[in-house]
């Protein structure tokens, strides 16, 4: 039985495997979601920071839940796209679509997860029965379930990196943060997604244990009978 935690890296998704039985980690970095299917099999669970089931128009319950639970790091909660903008081919139209709309456009950083949203929309549009185990964590808010609060340091500077691996370590083993940096390159996989994908096998791992939450209570279905919510 494996469950997997996945976060978007510049070489694709980086994914930290663990088998329950054994306890054992591995560490994958993948081009699309479809290659880590064919590499580990279909796992038990798969929790992925990146936003599962869309709207036409408006905002998710599971994004302005999430981002009051963060409070003052709330702002990490990028907007998910809406689907009509989700085909657009280059930022422009994309904030174009959106304007038509609802009147306002793209920002740059919401437009960078549209490649990684679209593909996964697809994946689950062309494959229902990836609705069961796949399941859209944020890592912030994992994190922030995780150490009983918000963490305050942003995630890119050292007390925020050391914040968040003073939860890893003690978690997953003193070296496994040191063991997966050494295995790919930091132009491929940043420290950040690193921890950030930790972070998402820990809720993995509440989740197939039934100690998860999730943002809403009762989960929210989009046009395609898609989950929109977010896990902790």
Same mark, same amino acid.
Request: hydrophobic share 40%; glycine share 8%.
């Given at each position: 039985?494996?469950?997997v935690?996945v976060? !978007?890296c510049?070489?694709?998704?980086i994914?930290?495997?663990?088998?329950?039985?054994?306890?054992?980690?591995?560490?994958?970095?993948?081009?699309?979601?479809?290659?880590?299917?064919e590499?580990?099999?279909?796992?038990? $669970?798969?929790?992925?920071?990146m936003p $599962?089931?869309l709207?036409d128009?408006?905002?998710?319950?599971?994004?302005?839940?999430?981002?009051?639970?963060? !409070?003052s790091?709330?702002?990490?909660?990028?907007?998910?796209?809406?689907?009509?903008?989700?085909?657009?081919?280059?930022?422009?139209?994309?904030?174009?679509?959106?304007r038509? +709309?609802?009147?306002?456009?793209?920002?740059?950083?919401?437009?960078g +997860?549209y490649?990684?949203?679209?593909e $996964?929309?697809e994946?689950?549009?062309?494959?229902?029965s990836?609705?069961?185990?796949?399941? /859209?964590?944020?890592p912030?808010?994992?994190f922030?379930?995780?150490h009983?609060?918000?963490?305050?340091?942003?995630?890119?500077?050292?007390?925020?990196?050391?914040?968040r691996?003073?939860?890893?370590?003690?978690?997953?083993?003193? !070296?496994?943060?040191?063991q997966?940096?050494?295995?790919?390159?930091?132009?491929?996989v940043?420290?950040d997604?690193?921890?950030?994908?930790?972070?998402?096998?820990?809720?993995a791992?509440?989740?197939?244990?039934?100690s998860?939450e999730?943002?809403?209570?009762? /989960?929210?279905?989009?046009?395609?009978?898609?989950?929109?919510? $977010?896990w902790?």
């Open positions: 039985m494996t469950i935690g976060d !978007g510049p070489a694709g998704w994914a930290v495997c663990q088998e329950r039985s054994s306890g054992t980690l591995n560490a994958h970095v993948v081009g699309c979601l479809r290659e880590l299917f590499k580990i099999g279909v796992p038990q $669970i798969v929790t992925i920071d $599962i089931g709207l128009e408006g905002s998710r319950i599971c994004d302005i839940e999430a981002r009051k639970r963060l !409070g790091r709330g702002c990490c909660v990028f907007p998910a796209p809406i689907r009509p903008a989700l085909e657009a081919g280059s930022y422009a139209d994309a904030s174009a679509i959106r038509q +709309i609802e009147g306002k456009g793209v920002s740059a950083q919401a437009f +997860i490649k990684k949203v679209r $996964i929309d994946l689950l549009c062309d494959n229902p990836l609705v069961d185990i796949l399941f /859209e964590v944020h912030e808010v994992s922030a379930a995780w009983g609060s918000p963490i305050r340091a942003q995630k890119a500077t050292k007390n925020g990196f050391d914040d691996q003073a939860l890893t370590k003690p978690h997953f083993g003193m !070296g496994t943060f040191d997966i940096r050494n295995q790919f390159r930091k132009r491929d940043s420290n997604d690193i921890l950030d994908a930790l972070a998402a096998l820990w809720t791992q509440r989740i197939v244990t039934n998860a999730s943002l809403p209570k009762p /989960e929210l279905r989009d046009a395609h009978g898609i989950p929109m919510r $977010i902790c």
